[in-house]
Nanobody
Framework: QVQLVESGGGLVQAGGSLRLSCAAS????????MGWFRQAPGKEREFVAA????????YYRNSVKDRFTISRDNAKNTGFLQMNSLKPEDTAVYYC???????????????????WGQGTQVTVSS
C-alpha cells in the first residue's frame, strides 16, 4: 500500500515556476513507477509526466516538454514535478500517482496507476 500527498501548488503568473512534491509512505514506492496527471474544470484527467521506478526513463505530454521536469528521490520517498514557463492553460488540479510495481501497463494511462494523491491546485494567471 502507498499513500501519496502532494504539495507545492499555488497561484503564479504566466511565465513563472512552481515545484510540486509528492510525498509517499509505504514500502513499495521505490519499486513503483510514478506519474503526474492533471484535471482542469470541465475536462478529463490527462497525463502530464511519468518516471520509471529507478528514474531511468521519463515521459511527457507534448505540451509540457521542455517546460516541465519530473524527478524522484527514492531515498526520501518523494517525487517532484518542476514546472517552468507556466501558461494559463496549465491551470488544473495536479495529482501524483504510483503503480503497484514497475512496468504494469501503459505509463501514460491513468488506469495503470493504483495509488493516487488528493491533488494540489495550480492556477496560472495571464
Amino acid at each position: 500500500q502507498v499513500q501519496l500527498v502532494e504539495s507545492g501548488g499555488g497561484l503564479v503568473q504566466a511565465g513563472g515556476s512552481l515545484r510540486l512534491s509528492c510525498a509517499a509512505s509505504g514500502r513499495t514506492f521505490s519499486t513503483s513507477d510514478m506519474g503526474w496527471f492533471r484535471q482542469a474544470p470541465g475536462k478529463e484527467r490527462e497525463f502530464v509526466a511519468a518516471i520509471t521506478w529507478n528514474g531511468g526513463n521519463t515521459y511527457y505530454r507534448n505540451s509540457v516538454k521542455d517546460r516541465f521536469t519530473i524527478s524522484r528521490d527514492n531515498a526520501k520517498n518523494t517525487g517532484f514535478l518542476q514546472m517552468n514557463s507556466l501558461k494559463p492553460e496549465d491551470t488544473a488540479v495536479y495529482y501524483c500517482a504510483a503503480t503497484i510495481r514497475s512496468n504494469t501497463g501503459t505509463i501514460n494511462s491513468a488506469s495503470t496507476y493504483a495509488y493516487w494523491g488528493q491533488g494540489t491546485q495550480v492556477t496560472v494567471s495571464s
